[in-house]
């Protein structure tokens, strides 16, 4: 069992950035894959972004990709997503997941386990 809890929501101009951070419970973090989703208002939820157990396997949503940086560390039991140049497109809710996979998955129904989730809005 893992839980998870996301921090570092917030609001932002255009343009700005933000470090959204993923805690994880338990002492078997470095044994799951972890992703970031995103999910706007009226929209379903998104892949934004995964991460192997070591960290040497990253995919990003071609959305995001020169913008944003998942990053983890394993001493700490924690997964990050820095956020830079923010666009208006990026706000959502986004949520952590992990997944007990050697190979990080683009597909959120193959995550086991999700956070609460947290809040990103970007002005324009």
């Known amino acids: 069992q893992v839980q998870l809890v996301e921090s570092g929501g917030g609001l932002v101009q255009a343009g700005g950035s933000l470090r959204l951070s993923c805690a994880a419970s338990?002492?078997?973090?470095?044994?799951?894959?972890m992703g970031w989703f995103r999910q706007a208002s009226g929209k379903e939820r998104e892949f934004v972004a995964t991460i192997s157990r070591s960290g040497s396997i990253i995919k990003y949503a071609d959305s995001v990709k020169g913008r944003f940086t998942i990053s983890r560390d394993n001493a700490k039991n924690t997964v990050y997503l820095q956020m830079n140049s923010l666009k208006p497109e990026d706000a959502a809710v986004y949520s952590c997941?992990?997944?007990?996979?050697?190979?990080?998955?683009?597909?959120?129904?193959?995550?086991?386990?999700w956070g609460q989730g947290t809040q990103v809005t970007v002005s324009s």
């Open positions: 997941a992990a997944d007990q996979i050697t190979i990080p998955r683009v597909d959120q129904g193959e995550y086991d386990y």
């Open positions: 338990g002492r078997t973090f470095s044994s799951y894959a």
